[in-house]
């Protein structure tokens, strides 16, 4: 069982930047791929970035050159820089894990643990 814990949202300006944090608890940490999705209201969840177990990365095109994905295996933790924001990037946003995996799915399926959330808006 790994529980996960997001950090770091909260209201932004257009243009301003935020990290995003989430701690892992439980299993090997250094053994999952760890995700962020985001929700929207009225939308489906969808897939912003991802770090697997060997370190490679995948982004969504909408965010690709503002924001990067990071993780530190010593402290559990995985970090989404989220620079030059838009109206657009106000969601919920969810960290996720899966176990192993060498490429990082985009499929919110695939993963199995959720964090709670947490909410960034960005004012226009």
């Known amino acids: 069982q790994v529980q996960l814990v997001e950090s770091g949202g909260g209201l932004v300006q257009t243009g301003g930047s935020l990290r995003l944090s989430c701690a892992a608890s439980?299993?090997?940490?250094?053994?999952?791929?760890m995700a962020w999705f985001r929700q929207a209201p009225g939308k489906e969840r969808e897939f912003v970035a991802g770090?697997?177990?060997?370190?490679?990365?995948n982004a969504a095109d909408s965010v690709k050159g503002r924001y990067t994905i990071s993780r530190d295996n010593a402290k559990n933790t995985v970090y989404l820089q989220m620079n030059s924001l838009k109206p657009e990037d106000t969601a919920v946003y969810y960290c996720?894990?899966?176990?192993?995996?060498?490429?990082?799915?985009?499929?919110?399926?695939?993963?199995?643990?959720w964090g709670q959330g947490t909410q960034v808006t960005v004012s226009s």
């Open positions: 439980g299993r090997s940490f250094s053994g999952y791929t």
């Open positions: 996720a894990a899966q176990e192993g995996g060498l490429w990082v799915s985009t499929v919110k399926s695939q993963y199995d643990y």
């Open positions: 770090i697997s177990w060997v370190g490679r990365i």
